[in-house]
């Protein structure tokens, strides 16, 4: 079956500069969730989309930005990174209804700044 | 403080025996969902639950969701090595149908051939 899919798997980025790390969520989900994993934490929840626009916010920094594009995949851009935003990204797809919202997840993009 | 609590935080067990781990909000839970990490790598979705009273199972691992306690509790069967990892519980706490998942810390379980 079709999994979330993201890329890079692995990105390794200097202070100061930018990268996009791209999800393409499972066919036929319309939203798209995006989780921070710091070493040795829990995930927190940053942005999510559905339909293609912007569902809820959670903790992401001014520095990211997000979006979901036509065809469903969803690119979380980062600028002006900082050693603190070395971590697991996440991205999860789902169909939420009404109160069923399962998530599936990828394996996650692993970046580390330098 | 945390919102979801997980215990315990880390447990070694021998292959064969039965474990439990447990899952407990501060919150109302919408919705409970548990993961299951390996070191540096994605979440594998187990189980999801929702209604109070609900008890789901997959091969050995069985999950309960007590809605009054706002708690859940991850039990696994004669445990083996590759049960190994770290469980993580999920919860859609914040409501009004936003979705996002708040997580606990997570338990690392280590299982001994």
């Known amino acids: 079956a079709a999994g979330v899919i993201q890329s890079p798997r692995h990105l390794i980025k200097e202070k100061r500069e930018t990268a996009t790390l791209k999800c393409y969520p499972i066919?036929?989900?319309?939203?798209v969730y995006w989780y921070q994993q710091g070493p040795g934490q829990d995930p927190q929840f940053l942005i999510s989309f559905y339909e293609k626009m912007q569902s809820d916010k959670g903790s992401i920094p001014d520095r990211f930005s997000a979006q979901q594009f036509s065809d469903y995949h969803s690119e979380l851009n980062m600028s002006s990174l900082e050693l603190g935003d070395s971590a697991l990204y996440f991205c999860a797809s789902g169909i939420p209804a009404g109160s069923y919202n399962e998530q599936f997840f990828g394996p996650g993009t692993r970046l580390t700044v330098l | 403080s945390q919102e979801l609590e997980q215990s315990p935080q880390s447990l070694i067990v021998q292959e064969g025996k039965n474990l439990t781990i447990n899952c407990t909000s501060s919150?109302?839970?919408?919705?409970l969902y548990w993961y299951k990490q390996k070191y540096g790598e994605g979440l594998i979705f187990l189980m999801m639950l929702q209604k109070g009273g609900e008890e789901k199972s997959h091969e050995k691992i069985t999950a309960k969701l007590d809605e009054k306690k706002q708690q859940s509790s991850l039990h696994i069967t004669a445990s083996q090595p590759s049960h190994a990892g770290i469980y993580l519980c999920g919860a859609d706490i914040s409501g009004a149908g936003s979705y996002q998942l708040t997580f606990g810390k997570g338990t690392k379980l280590s299982v001994i051939p």
């Open positions: 066919p036929r989900h319309d939203t």
């Open positions: 919150k109302t839970l919408y919705g």
